[in-house]
């Protein structure tokens, strides 16, 4: 099983960034999937999940409104669109595979992350 992200890199405050994640060897369409970070030198955080047709989201209070996650059954791909990013939104962006298809279950699988840097 694979996941791989892509799409970090530096930005500005109030800048974008669209993360993606390519998943393989699994059915993806049958799982519900997450973004996740870890800032410098802190824990992980929880950002956002989707269910597995897409048809229901769930954020942090943290990124409500700014960030936006989607997914792509027939590209396997899950999305993150992050806009008017903040300084605090730095952090290493993990793509995480639920074990099934609702939002309120666990985490299995993990890719490598991508580095997101808001600065000025």
């Known amino acids: 099983l694979q996941l791989v992200e892509s799409g970090g890199g530096l930005v500005q405050p109030g800048g974008s960034l669209r993360l993606s994640c390519v998943a393989s060897e699994f059915t993806f369409r049958h799982y519900a999937m997450n973004w996740v970070r870890q800032a410098p030198g802190k824990g992980l955080e929880w950002v956002s999940a989707?269910?597995?047709?897409?048809?229901?989201?769930s954020y942090v209070d943290s990124v409500k409104v700014r960030f936006t996650i989607s997914r792509d059954n027939a590209k396997n791909t899950l999305y993150l669109q992050m806009n008017s990013l903040k300084l605090e939104d730095t952090a290493v962006y993990y793509c995480?595979?639920?074990?099934?298809?609702?939002?309120?279950?666990?985490?299995?699988?993990w890719g490598k992350g991508t580095l997101v840097t808001v600065s000025i």
């Open positions: 995480a595979k639920g074990t099934a298809g609702g939002i309120a279950f666990g985490m299995d699988y």
């Open positions: 989707i269910t597995d047709l897409g048809g229901s989201t």
